[in-house]
């Protein structure tokens, strides 16, 4: 029997004895048989739709027990040797099926210690910041505010280096690119919106002179402050130049709920034993936490979530897995045998297919990882690489599979080294949580999403007539 989310069955402890292989792979999906081990050991693992977790009582020591869970060098090392192994067979697929996609002379030592090879950011490092990564995930063309938007995010690392004559050269040019490029950019403006665009240039043009005299000073905290309001900004212009939707999605999806742009989402998680979320010594009552769903990338699994959270589905559910590396919910019904959304019109399961946007593609990939497709070393235009990235659950070997279930992504650079993660491509990620992404460190099974909110996108969910 191979591992799938319909089995509800209390998982078992790994024997100590084990090979280090299985128990990594136990570590991450505690319910699977011995004849899937090989298969598992050589491919990733699912996120399982359901798994069965320690209660919070249990001691850091008890957990890690029951999910022989190695010691994290070691989970480190085999995550490192599983990237080399399967990029390797990534970047070899990819020269045989796809030779325009990286150059011939492409060396998988090179690959490896440059995992984001391709990153259209302002940093050598892989790109950790979800406000970024939506900005950079819009399908705009406009090279004057890419430009602008690159140069400002680069002023945090050369903050980070203390390279200040960099920050000040980046500020300047910044400010350069706004007072003589503005034309260029307002040219991807709609009419209706040309007048809103120019007040916020405007508006970004008022903090400059405070912006350089905080350079001037070495105020740290006063530039990254008002760098990121103008980030803010350009954000908006740039969603500004959005119109319609760049692309159609395959008919044969047209009966599932879409979201054609991107939608703002609120959610309130609490603990039912009253105890405080104990966030690094301070205490919360309750978590509430920001997120971004983007529609543009990921239409279907954005508009399923999206409209599931409108429908109220997710107030009052549980968590059913937190263990350091997801915090997953969704499940309506425990440990019985529901594990998704049913249509009450059809009285069936509804399911959604994988959709997988590679970088460069025109349209996501339904159905296929991107490993499947032969291109396994190719990166997602929305990546796993922010700490809160949002993605769907999925059964291991059925990638339509998912319905409800999804977990937040805990981006931790020791067990998923930044460029190296194991899941871009093989699920989809649906947006970004915007604030308050570092609560979600302390959530633990049993907790509870008392509250998930539409506030705001609510006119880009497209529904099939029959909903």
């Not at 990534?90 to 030592?109: I, M, N, R």
């Not at 159609?248 to 609490?270: F, W």
């Amino acid at each position: 029997a191979e591992l799938t989310s319909s089995d509800k069955s209390s998982s078992q402890p790994t024997e100590q004895h084990k090979p280090f292989s299985m128990a990594f792979v136990s570590a991450f999906t505690p319910r699977f048989s011995a004849d899937t081990a090989s298969r598992a050991v050589s491919r990733p693992t699912a996120i399982p739709r359901h798994t069965v977790a320690p209660t919070r009582k249990n001691s850091t020591t008890a957990v890690n027990a029951k999910l022989s869970i190695p010691p994290a060098n070691q989970i480190k090392e085999a995550l490192a040797t599983a990237a080399k192994r399967a990029l390797a067979a990534s970047v070899a697929l990819s020269l045989v099926l796809h030779p325009g996609a990286p150059p011939q002379d492409f060396e998988l030592a090179n690959a490896f210690s440059q995992p984001n090879i391709g990153f259209r950011g302002s940093s050598n490092a892989v790109n950790k910041d979800a406000e970024s990564l939506l900005r950079w995930g819009l399908p705009i063309k406009n090279k004057e505010i890419r430009e602008l938007q690159s140069t400002l995010e680069g002023i945090e690392r050369d903050m980070r280096s203390l390279k200040w004559n960099k920050v000040s050269d980046d500020v300047k040019k910044s400010q350069g690119i706004i007072r003589n490029k503005a034309a260029a950019m307002l040219k991807d403006i709609p009419a209706e919106r040309a007048d809103a665009a120019t007040e916020k240039f405007t508006e970004i043009q008022a903090i400059f002179p405070d912006l350089i005299a905080a350079v001037d000073e070495k105020d740290a905290e006063q530039v990254e402050t008002m760098k990121r309001i103008i980030l803010n900004k350009v954000g908006d212009v740039e969603q500004m130049m959005m119109v319609g939707f760049p692309y159609e999605v395959p008919k044969e999806y047209s009966n599932l709920p879409q979201l054609k742009g991107r939608a703002v989402v609120e959610m309130t998680l609490d603990r039912p034993s009253g105890e405080p979320f104990n966030i690094d010594g301070v205490l919360y009552d309750k978590i509430d936490v920001k997120m971004v769903i983007d529609g543009y990338n990921a239409p279907v699994t954005a508009g399923n979530f999206v409209d599931l959270v409108k429908k109220g589905f997710y107030n009052n559910l549980a968590i059913t897995r937190s263990d350091g590396f997801v915090i997953q919910s969704g499940d309506p019904d425990g440990d019985g045998p529901v594990e998704g959304y049913v249509d009450p019109a059809t009285k069936q399961l509804r399911t959604i297919p994988l959709e997988v946007f590679a970088l460069g593609d025109k349209e996501p990939t339904y159905g296929t990882t991107l490993e499947d497709d032969g291109r396994g070393a190719a990166q997602t235009v929305m990546p796993f690489s922010s700490y809160g990235t949002l993605a769907f659950a999925r059964e291991e070997f059925i990638p339509d599979s998912g319905s409800s279930q999804f977990f937040f992504f805990l981006f931790e650079p020791d067990l998923t080294p930044a460029g190296r993660n194991l899941l871009d491509g093989r699920y989809c990620v649906f947006g970004y949580t915007v604030e308050n992404a570092g609560l979600l460190k302390d959530v633990k099974v049993g907790d509870v999403i008392t509250s998930a909110r539409l506030v705001a996108g609510e006119e880009n969910l497209v529904l099939p007539s029959s909903s």
